[in-house]
Structures are given as structure tokens and as C-alpha cells.
């Protein structure tokens, strides 16, 4: 069995597709691509697709990431291609690679995020990030089905910087790179790259750290995409490509057909 990670968006209105909708959307490009996929065993096989970490509804996102496994060899460039025809437009499959190496999820150790601020402007939210990395420990509180959990926000976060201010136009952009984010009207746009740890802490929890610590209170709901999540440079600060390894781990060449293919579990 041939396993094929993949790379895929969600960008402009798709953001706001859940977790469910797009694994819907997947299957049917799986189907109308006639992927050839591998299925589990048992009374009610299921064809082999895993998911890892994947964003909330309603953040955009560059860097979300699945696998699947195939019953029978295919190209891991002409599959992305074919797969990626078949899905809505913002849903992208935008790389893949063949699995050669293992424990990817464990290599998902932080995401980048980009955090635009209406209403704020760059020295309020440069003030309030200076006051929020100062704290050695910032508590705070989401509701959960189980009640209202308090954690540290602070200590999750490896890296929070403002970037240059945007002005915003009213539209999506559809550039390389931050692909949700508008331009035009000024604004504070925040850099922020949070490690992944139990419990996870997600953007909209650092937002409310710089509301504990500043008194930062946007006007109106913050737009969040996830720029990238990998291995984290603890001294840089930035987030690497999960994929890399597997890319480093690929023959040199064409592979004979007979010749058999490393492959691994995630």
C-alpha cells in the first residue's frame, strides 16, 4: 500500500466549512478523481484517510494536513493535481508526498498564526503584546462541555509580534502566503506562533490574555489564518515544513516499478 500526505487550504468564505464538511467535500473528489484507495478491514470497510490537527470553523488556514493510503501506485504530483480540480475553490491541495518516514503528527509541534485586528491600531496592540510577553503566567478562561476550563496562555506562546498595518478594502485577497487577509482600511495584524500542548491554546485564548493584561478589546471578532504548523526553531521562533523529511527521504531518480517503496505509519 502506497501512503500519500497531503497539504491543503481553507481560504475566503471556505473558512468557515467545519471539519466535517470538508472531509464530505474530500470524499467526493476522491471519487470523482477514481482514486484508486485502500480500505479498512472488517464489516464496514472505510477507505484509509487520516486527518491532523485540523484548524476551527471559521479560521482560514495554509496548512492543514491528511494522509491516505492507496491500493495501487500513483504519481503523489498528478494525484494532487487531479484531487485538487475536484474540490471547491479555497479548498486547495496545494503539495503532496509520498510517506517515507514516520510519526508525522508528533513533527506537528506549533502553528503560525496571522491575527488581524479592525479597529486596532499598531502602537495599542504593539503595548498590549509587550504587556502579555512580559507576564510570566496569563490565566485564562473558555467555556467547555464540561464547564469553564482556566489555563496559561502564556506559556504556549514561543512567539507574538504586530506586523506592518494593512489597509483594508473590503475584499479578500487571493495572493500567495496570508490569503484570508484583506487590505486596504488600517489595521493591527499580529504574528503569533503557538505551541501545540494539552490544553491547546488557540488564538482566540491569546486574544484573551492581551484583553486580561491590556485591556485589548477589538471592536469587532479578530480574523485568524494559520499560516503554517510543523517542527518549531525554538530560537527563531519559526515554524518549519512538516514535510521535509519525507521529501529528504525520496530516492534520487526514477523508482523501477518493481523496486518496493518505503513507507510508514503516522
Known amino acids: ?10 481560504r475566503g468564505r471556505l473558512r468557515f466549512t467545519s471539519h466535517r464538511d470538508f472531509q464530505r467535500a474530500f470524499e467526493r473528489a476522491l471519487r470523482r478523481s477514481a482514486v484508486p484507495m485502500a480500505y479498512s478491514a472488517g464489516f464496514t470497510p472505510h477507505p484509509k484517510v487520516s486527518y491532523a490537527n485540523a484548524a476551527p470553523t471559521g479560521v482560514a488556514s495554509e496548512a492543514e494536513y491528511l494522509e491516505i493510503g492507496l491500493a495501487a501506485h500513483r504519481d503523489p504530483e498528478e494525484l494532487r493535481a487531479q484531487l485538487d480540480e475536484s474540490l471547491p475553490k479555497g479548498l486547495d491541495i496545494i503539495d503532496a508526498v509520498e510517506v517515507r518516514t514516520p510519526n508525522f503528527v508528533e513533527r506537528l509541534e506549533a502553528s503560525e ?10 502602537p495599542e496592540a504593539s503595548r498590549a503584546a509587550a ?31 504586530i506586523l506592518s498595518p494593512q489597509v483594508d478594502g473590503g475584499a479578500d485577497t487571493e495572493g500567495e502566503g496570508a490569503r484570508d487577509v484583506r487590505t486596504g482600511r488600517a489595521c ?3 504574528r503569533l506562533v503557538v505551541r501545540h500542548a494539552t490544553p491547546a491554546v488557540r488564538p482566540d485564548d491569546v486574544l484573551s490574555g492581551l484583553r486580561a493584561t491590556a485591556d ?32 529528504a527521504a525520496a530516492p534520487v531518480g526514477p523508482v523501477a516499478a518493481d523496486e518496493p517503496r518505503a513507507t510508514a505509519s503516522a
Open 1 to 10: 500500500m502506497q501512503r500519500i500526505r497531503l497539504r491543503y487550504t481553507k
Open 113 to 122: 498564526w496571522q491575527v488581524r485586528l479592525d479597529g486596532v491600531t499598531g
Open 131 to 161: 504587556a502579555f510577553l512580559a507576564e510570566e503566567r496569563v490565566e485564562v478562561e473558555r467555556r467547555t462541555k464540561n464547564g469553564v476550563r482556566v489555563f496559561d496562555a502564556r506559556g504556549a506562546v514561543a512567539a507574538l509580534e
Open 188 to 190: 493591527a495584524i499580529l
Open 216 to 247: 485589548l478589546a477589538p471592536p469587532v471578532p479578530a480574523e485568524v489564518t494559520r499560516l503554517a504548523q510543523g517542527p518549531l526553531d525554538e530560537e527563531t521562533g519559526t515554524v518549519t515544513d512538516p514535510l521535509a523529511l519525507d521529501r
